[in-house]
């Protein structure tokens, strides 16, 4: 939808952590909901529309809908289980401070794909970044400063990243794979 413009397209109308995700951060990618060209289409913003235009979903009266209730069924490219929660964890917490936290993954997913990433880990860290709570991710990107300071091969830095954000979910109990629909046979 060309003329769909929101004031915050980092933080999708869904809850989508548009922010994180892998097509946001490649050269000319999606500028995020309602950000102006790109990766637009989309039924959740005709039904905001049909709606009264809410700024984000759990502001509508029928929250949480089906519709919503089936995006968060299976992950696409983005990890979309998380939808509802962090749509009421922002209005809980408010919009501000619901993106100070988005912004501190931001810098920390920037982070590990400026240093840690040998051209295969995007998605990877996209979805962990998602996916893990402030502060599991915190400690896990302490250890990878520290465990990756002196490392100069970009490949063992990629590994030791994805090693330590791997246990980081193991030990919070987080299943940071993307949850795909069965294969129809």
């Known amino acids: 939808m060309k003329d769909y413009r929101r004031p915050d397209p980092l933080f999708s109308l869904c809850g989508l952590n548009c922010g994180l995700c ?3 951060h490649m050269d000319r990618g999606c500028p995020g909901c309602g950000g102006g060209e790109g990766h637009q289409s989309c039924k959740v913003t005709r039904c905001s529309r049909e709606h009264g235009g809410p700024e984000y979903c759990s502001r509508c009266a029928d929250f949480p809908c089906e519709r919503l209730q089936t995006l968060t ?8 289980r998380n939808m509802l929660r962090d749509l009421e964890t922002a ?4 919009i501000a401070a619901y993106r100070q936290r988005l912004d501190e993954k931001i810098s920390m997913l920037q982070w590990l794909l400026t240093h840690c990433n040998d051209g295969t880990r ?3 860290y996209c979805t962990v970044i998602n996916l893990l709570e402030l502060p599991v991710l915190r400690d896990a990107m302490a250890r990878i400063h520290r465990e ?3 490392l100069d091969d970009l490949p063992a830095r990629a590994e030791a990243a994805v090693r330590l954000l791997k246990e980081a979910a193991a030990g919070s109990g987080a299943d940071w794979r993307l949850h795909k629909p069965p294969r129809k046979t």
Not at 73 to 80: A, K, M, R, V
């Open 91 to 94: 209005d809980r917490i408010g």
């Open 148 to 150: 990756t300071a002196g």
């Open 73 to 80: 069924q299976y992950d696409s490219f983005l990890p979309t």
């Open 122 to 124: 995007k998605s990877f």
């Open 22 to 24: 892998p097509i946001h």
